[in-house]
């Protein structure tokens, strides 16, 4: 009896065992993924497994057309375990659909039989990005089919680009690059030389406007950099172009030269006297006080720088005059001729004869003087002598100074003026004989 109650007991338990595999399966499948056609898509879709059972656990699998996966243990009496799966982003226009395939199992026990259960869920759909959507994928699309990229309209370019993915300038992620004739300047890739319609065009070529120009100066019809252009013959000092910074141009004359500031101006020592130099430069200018006796200067006009004049005596002037007037004046002298310029000759001659004539009239005058003086005192009958030297006391013959004397002053003699008289008029004819 008591066997028979044993052998009823385990076939209850193995009978309770076989109604214990129970559990649910909850889907997370987005409406929309960012996967591009044909990828697949993995930790983006998700599931968890509840098991419901309260006497074994089970250990479930997942299955779709991306792949699959087991060994998913989910414990028993409401134990709960999520896990992810993948799927391929294939359909049509953007759309796919997918089944996921969960299969379970009791984990083997003396009261738990093996009971494989398995449970498609699905089908389920979501969206992804694909060649027409309107989308620029840029890790997938560009403006045209180039290596792995699709062409796709969403990615053309703008108008100051090219659809050029392969462009040594390197295009951008849509496969647009810049190019020569777009107007816009770009010096990494682009020169005068190589793309003057962008750039500008290069210095010294010909032009009509500075919008022509790389330089932004068009000059006397020519591109510059500068609002002149040094060694084309102009000198544009409205333009700053001046003797410092264009020499050639704006050369100064020959007896200027270029200060620091770049103006042409006059100095010492260019040979010109200015205005403001007179009295100044020595090197230029010469005047009165500065130290030299020049050719124009003498000792009555410039006695400061040649010494004052030295009056003659009366016996050098004589000397002089003797001199002059026996040189003979000749005008076939060689001497002078070789010495001396006809200019020079007839100067000379001309002073000469006026110094001979005023000698000659001074000498002249002096003459007549003396004869007027002569024959005056003939006419007077006075003796030509001295009266002081003709009036002598009769004693000691001393001078007497004044007629009114009566004494002598030196023998006191009495002055008898008869007697004096007589004997100076014996003494007067004497010497007439």
């Not at 007549?368 to 003709?390: D, S, V």
Request: charged share 25%; aromatic share 6%; glycine share 8%.
């Amino acid at each position: 009896m008591k066997i028979k109650l044993i052998i009823f007991t385990i076939f209850l338990l193995m009978l309770s065992s076989v109604h214990a595999l129970e559990y649910s399966v909850t889907v997370n499948s987005p409406s929309s993924v960012n996967a591009y056609e044909g990828d697949k898509i993995t930790n983006k879709f998700s599931a968890a497994l509840t098991n419901n059972a309260g006497v074994c656990d089970i250990t479930c699998g997942w299955a779709t057309t991306a792949g699959q996966d087991s060994g998913i243990k989910v414990a028993k009496e409401g134990g709960k375990n999520t896990f992810n799966f993948d799927v391929n982003a294939v359909g049509s226009s953007g759309t796919a659909s997918y089944s996921l395939v969960v299969t379970c199992d009791r984990i083997s026990a003396w009261n738990c039989w093996s009971d494989q259960d398995q449970r498609t869920l699905g089908p389920y759909q979501f969206s992804y990005l694909w060649n027409g959507d309107g989308v620029c994928t840029t890790e997938r699309e560009k403006c045209a089919n180039y290596n792995q990229f699709l062409k796709d309209n969403a990615c053309s370019c703008q108008s100051d680009k090219e659809c050029k993915p392969n462009s040594n300038r390197g295009a951008d992620d849509k496969g647009c690059a810049t190019f020569c004739g777009n107007s816009k300047v770009e010096k990494q890739y682009e020169t005068c030389s190589s793309c003057p319609d962008d750039v500008g065009k290069c210095d010294g070529l010909s032009c009509v406007s500075a919008n022509e120009c790389e330089g932004n100066y068009c000059v006397h019809n020519a591109c510059s950099q500068l609002s002149y252009i040094k060694g084309d013959t102009y000198c544009d000092s409205n333009e700053g172009e001046n003797c410092k910074n264009s020499g050639s141009d704006c050369a100064c004359g020959a007896n200027k030269q270029c200060s620091s500031a770049g103006v042409c101006e006059t100095y010492c020592g260019n040979r010109v006297c200015e205005v403001s130099e007179q009295g100044v430069c020595k090197a230029d200018c010469d005047w009165c006080g500065d130290g030299t006796c020049q050719s124009s200067e003498s000792c009555s006009s410039c006695s400061v720088d040649c010494g004052e004049c030295k009056k003659p005596t009366k016996q050098e002037e004589l000397q002089r005059n003797t001199q002059l007037a026996n040189t003979p004046q000749t005008k076939n002298d060689a001497s002078s001729t070789k010495a001396k310029s006809s200019n020079e000759k007839i100067s000379e001659l001309f002073n000469d004869n006026k110094k001979t004539v005023i000698i000659s009239g001074v000498v002249l005058a002096i003459v007549i003087i003396a004869l007027g003086y002569y024959f005056r005192k003939r006419k007077r009958g006075t003796p030509t002598k001295n009266k002081e030297h003709e009036m002598k006391c009769v004693k000691c013959h001393k001078k007497i100074k004044d007629k009114s004397q009566k004494f002598c002053h030196s023998c006191g003699h009495k002055i008898e003026p008869e007697k004096h008289k007589e004997s100076d008029d014996k003494k007067h004819k004497t010497e007439k004989s």
